[in-house]
């Protein structure tokens, strides 16, 4: 089963809570799929916010995101919303291209203002 568009988890940071929100989502579209994953996000869970854990945690977040990607539609993606890093869900692909292109010429922008600045100094 593919998932739903939109927000799965949003205004949080926390590993802790994005544990749970995502474990939860792949818990009800895996279907029985993924089991061990899920049972250690929950274990986990009550760790997550201990800096001595932080790369077990950020393993599981990694794989749990990873998960859920698939399970997104074609041409949509799971992770974070491309204008608000805190808001975590399946997004089109062309909002990410979109944003992703504004940013290029952005930064290209900046190179040549940088290289202008650096040819008056000459």
């Known amino acids: 089963m593919r998932l739903h568009l939109g927000t799965v988890i949003s205004g949080t940071l926390r590993k802790s809570d ?7 989502e792949l818990a ?7 089991t061990q994953l899920i049972n250690d996000a929950i274990f986990w869970e009550y760790a997550a916010e201990d800096d001595k854990f932080v790369d077990i945690i950020d393993d599981l977040l990694d794989q749990l995101n990873t998960k859920l990607n698939e399970l997104a539609p074609a041409g949509y993606y799971f992770g974070s919303h491309p204008d608000d890093g805190a808001d975590f869900g ?3 692909i062309e909002d990410m291209q979109e944003l992703m292109a504004g940013y290029d010429e952005w930064l290209q922008e900046q190179n040549n203002k940088e290289q202008e600045q650096e040819g008056e100094c000459s």
Do not use: D, Q, T
Not at 18 to 24: D, E, I, K, S, V
Not at 28 to 34: P, T
């Open 18 to 24: 994005l544990l749970r929100a995502f474990a939860h």
């Open 90 to 92: 399946v997004w089109a």
């Open 28 to 34: 009800l579209h895996a279907h029985g799929n993924n």
